[in-house]
């Protein structure tokens, strides 16, 4: 399953809402897909799982859905600290993920 | 705490070879898959290779399968990748995540190593 995220960089003020998209080649079984955060510098950071299952201490302006082929992951209002680069990643066979969405300061 | 703590990262010319290690704590090793992902700098994540929890298979990711070989030791709770036949493409970050649930092996990963340095280059 090829994975590809868009659009390839996101400029965005602190306050806007992000809309991340996550499209794939072939059905995600069991809508099995997440998203990470990586920062400059670090490793990444599970955020969602399940498509829609908030990973444990992650705030709630963070959001997934989708099912199928098409997924989302929504950044309600955007914090200084959520200005990264965002991944998603499909379990529902060998693992792959998607080339990544930068969130940058506009 | 959960911790995985990559090394052996080093400059290695082309076609020489490199194994990397994963030392695990903080969680029963032996319950969890763990698998390896690389990140050549400034570009995005790759998948590599997973070993099951049981340690009855093993996947490859087909830019390296017949180079790279993964192996754990659940006694040292440590992870490995032999890595040969090294090319500039195998320059990379590389990363030991571990699965979040146990007893599964194609899961999201809730942990990650802060990753190793591999440099391919003459």
């Known amino acids: 399953i090829v994975l590809t995220q868009s659009p390839g960089t996101l400029s965005l003020s602190p306050g806007d809402r992000a809309t991340l998209s996550c499209r794939a080649s072939?059905?995600?079984?069991?809508?099995?897909l997440a998203w990470y955060q990586q920062k400059p510098g670090q490793a990444p950071r599970l955020l969602i799982y399940?498509?829609?299952s908030r990973a444990t201490g992650i705030p709630d302006r963070f959001s997934g859905s989708g099912s199928g082929t098409d997924f989302t992951l929504t950044i309600s209002r955007l914090e200084p600290e959520d200005f990264a680069v965002y991944y998603c990643?499909?379990?529902?066979?060998?693992?792959?993920f998607g080339q990544g969405t930068k969130v940058e300061i506009k | 705490e959960v911790q995985l703590v990559e090394s052996g990262g080093v400059v290695v010319q082309p076609g020489g070879s490199l194994r990397l290690s994963c030392a695990a704590s903080?969680?029963?090793?032996?319950?969890?898959?763990i698998h390896w992902v690389r990140q050549a700098p400034g570009k995005g994540l790759e998948w590599v290779s997973l070993?099951?929890?049981?340690?009855?298979?093993?996947l490859y990711a087909d830019s390296v399968k017949g180079r790279f070989t993964i192996s754990r030791d659940n006694s040292k709770s440590s992870l490995y990748l032999q890595m040969n036949s090294l090319t500039t493409e195998d320059s990379a970050f590389y990363y030991c995540a571990k699965v979040a649930l146990p007893y599964g092996d194609l899961l999201y990963f809730d942990s990650w190593g802060q990753g190793t340095l591999v440099t391919v280059s003459s």
């Open positions: 072939q059905s995600v079984a069991g809508s099995y």
């Open positions: 903080g969680f029963t090793f032996d319950d969890y898959s």
């Open positions: 990643q499909q379990y529902s066979g060998s693992p792959g």
């Open positions: 070993f099951s929890w049981d340690g009855t298979s093993t």
């Open positions: 399940g498509a829609s």
